[in-house]
């Protein structure tokens, strides 16, 4: 069975800086691209990045602007999003999604819980 466990998350202050981590379990993670979400409540899950199964291509949302990054260690089976000067408005619960391909086909089928981050102004 497939599962996906993030964490990292946490309060910090606008500028600051997170490192988010995704350990896979259950799937030979290196075959599967990976992917970060986003959600406030009451809004809908938007994207943040992607990155494909060997970690050669990546994939941002407009708004990351430089600012996050996405990587993973296949040796690891984790993948991780780095997040840099930070903004209130970054304020989300952040979720990993496997993809269904090696590729970034926009599909995904399985979801982390998701963990919590916090930007106080």
């Known amino acids: 069975q497939v599962q996906l466990a993030e964490s990292g998350g946490g309060l910090v202050q606008a500028g600051g800086s997170l490192r988010l981590s995704c350990t896979a379990s259950?799937?030979?993670?290196?075959?599967?691209?990976m992917a970060w979400f986003r959600q406030v409540p009451g809004k809908e899950r938007e994207f943040v990045a992607a990155i494909t199964g060997g970690g050669g291509v990546t994939y941002y949302a407009d708004f990351m602007k430089g600012r996050f990054t996405i990587t993973r260690d296949n040796a690891k089976n984790t993948v991780y999003l780095q997040m840099n000067s930070l903004k209130p408005e970054d304020t989300a619960v952040y979720y990993c999604?496997?993809?269904?391909?090696?590729?970034?086909?926009?599909?995904?089928?399985?979801w982390g819980q998701g963990t919590q981050v916090t930007v106080s102004s």
């Open positions: 999604a496997k993809g269904r391909t090696v590729l970034h086909s926009r599909a995904y089928d399985y």
């Open positions: 259950g799937l030979t993670f290196s075959n599967f691209a």
